[in-house]
């Protein structure tokens, strides 16, 4: 499974997020353009299938992700099949590719997807570099530091591809984050790359020089991850102001149909008698502030008026005993 948050939150009109989240959901809808056209060669043999999930609420301590793997999990859907979850964030400004895991990989599909993204970064060299980055799931943080701890959680291995090296990264969440000009195309496009490089050696199993052949048949297009990060820029993606008709929604669900099979869409609904969290949908309002005098002004003032009226308390008081 590869997965991807698309909205952003910083405040709700100023929630663009060009780098994160843009450049992933970018990659993932490039991903998903060039396994749809692999996949559809009757001579392809795949070892797996692909599922590819974007997800909302990632700012809400991933909230659609976690309701979606519930929901999953009480029907026994599509996750009991699901071997490894690879989820995208912040990949488009820096060739130093992290995998985050909970779980160090020793064996398995985990280890075997490890070692293809190095022979996919070795391609590369010396431009991209690739880490491992072992964090163990905090049980007593009441937020999430990367997405696939959510599915770590329940069991299913995973792991995040990000240039940060730690969730708590400078420029993760900032302001600034809301340009193209934020994002290097070029380096999404050889992050991307690589990604793409190592799922191939995963699903069928090549080695580095046959990784080399179908990295050269297969491209990335740098328009194409270009245009994405460009789009996402240009609309505020806070949780609360993506409805259901959103532009950007829209955009997401109509590539997923030009590319892939069996594209759903869920709608996580909160409890309404203990909701999680409450969205507010006003994306701009007015401020109003007021400025005041300070307190020693008050004080000033009340010894003035006081002495005021003491002294026409006073001065009656006299003029009655003239009288």
Not at 1 to 29: C, P, T
Not at 57 to 74: D, L, P, S, V
Not at 81 to 98: P, R
Request: charged share 20%; net charge negative; hydrophobic share 45%.
């Amino acid at each position: 499974e590869i997965e991807s948050r698309f909205d952003f939150f910083l405040f709700q009109s100023l929630s663009f997020g060009a780098d994160s989240n843009g450049s992933g959901v970018a990659a993932l809808l490039e991903l998903a353009r060039l396994f749809s056209r692999i996949y559809s060669n009757s001579a392809a043999h795949a070892q797996y299938n692909l599922l590819f999930f974007l997800s909302g609420g990632g700012a809400f301590n991933y909230q659609g992700t976690r309701k979606w793997i519930a929901e999953q999990e009480a029907t026994d859907g599509i996750l009991l099949d699901v071997q490894y979850v690879l989820c995208l964030d912040t990949i488009g400004q820096s060739n130093s590719l992290h995998l985050h895991v909970s779980r160090l990989p020793k064996d398995g599909v985990p280890a075997s997807i490890v070692q293809n993204f190095k022979k996919a970064a070795n391609l590369h060299e010396p431009v991209t570099n690739f880490t491992v980055v072992h964090k163990k799931i905090n049980l007593a943080e009441e937020t999430l530091a990367w997405e696939h701890e959510a599915f770590s959680m329940r069991r299913l291995t995973g792991g995040t591809l990000s240039q940060r090296n730690s969730p708590d990264s400078e420029g993760r969440h900032s302001i600034f984050d809301r340009q193209f000009t934020s994002v290097n195309v070029g380096i999404l496009k050889e992050n991307t790359a690589v990604l793409a490089e190592a799922l191939m050696g995963q699903i069928f199993d090549l080695d580095a020089d046959s990784l080399s052949l179908v990295g050269d048949e297969f491209g990335v297009s740098e328009e194409h991850v270009g245009a994405w990060v460009q789009y996402l820029a240009s609309f505020s993606r806070a949780a609360q102001l993506v409805g259901n008709e959103h532009a950007v929604l829209l955009a997401l669900e109509q590539a997923f149909n030009r590319h892939l099979k069996d594209v759903r869409r869920y709608q996580a609904k909160s409890e309404k008698k203990d909701p999680e969290l409450v969205f507010y949908d006003v994306a701009e309002t007015k401020l109003y502030m007021y400025s005041v005098k300070p307190a020693l002004f008050d004080l000033f003032l009340t010894a003035g008026v006081a002495c005021y009226l003491a002294l026409v308390f006073y001065a009656v008081q006299s003029f009655s005993a003239i009288s």
